[in-house]
């Protein structure tokens, strides 16, 4: 698994490797975030503005629904 979790002391310690290492720093890159935490900040505050749990985003010009898979959902 490329992401691991622990809570420790009211902490989320959050450990990344391959591929989501990488996907990470590619967003970090390419959106010019000064630091992870800003990165992290704005997706959540961007997934907690969403009322019916669904994004839009564009892509080769059309607009597409984006939801989590299955898989990540309890």
Do not use: C, H
Request: charged share 30%; hydrophobic share 40%; no cysteine.
């Amino acid at each position: 698994m490329a992401v691991k979790s622990e809570e420790k002391d009211n902490n989320l310690i959050l450990t990344l490797n391959n591929g989501d290492k990488e996907k990470l720093q590619q967003l970090l890159n390419e959106w010019n975030f000064k630091d992870y935490q800003s990165l992290l900040r704005f997706a959540m505050s961007v997934m907690l503005e969403t009322t019916d749990k669904t994004l839009t985003i564009t892509k080769q010009d059309r607009d597409v629904k984006v939801v989590p898979a299955d898989i990540f959902l309890k």
